[in-house]
């Protein structure tokens, strides 16, 4: 399991995002303050505060978290 942490700043981004992840075998959480939602879930990522970044639960087996990681590295915050 790994955590790093994202940043959403338009819909587009969302959609985007959520295509990606839902390609990825594996479980996938964003984290906002107390809430915690599947990363997977257009509506649940849009439940939540994404005006600032938020963290990314990645839960894949070692061997393909590096593809995983290739994958989202557009979203990764610079904070």
């Avoid at 107390?34 to 990314?56: Q, R």
């Avoid at 978290?65 to 590295?73: Q, T, Y």
């Amino acid at each position: 399991m790994r955590e790093l942490e994202i940043s959403l700043k338009s819909i587009e981004d969302v959609k985007k995002f959520v295509q990606t992840i839902a390609q990825q075998d594996g479980e996938f959480e964003v984290i906002s303050g107390k809430y915690t939602v599947d990363a997977k879930s257009i509506l649940g990522l849009f439940s939540v505060d994404l005006s600032k970044p938020v963290t990314l639960r990645i839960n894949v087996d070692e061997k393909h978290m590096e593809e995983v990681l290739k994958s989202i590295a557009p979203y990764k915050s610079s904070l």
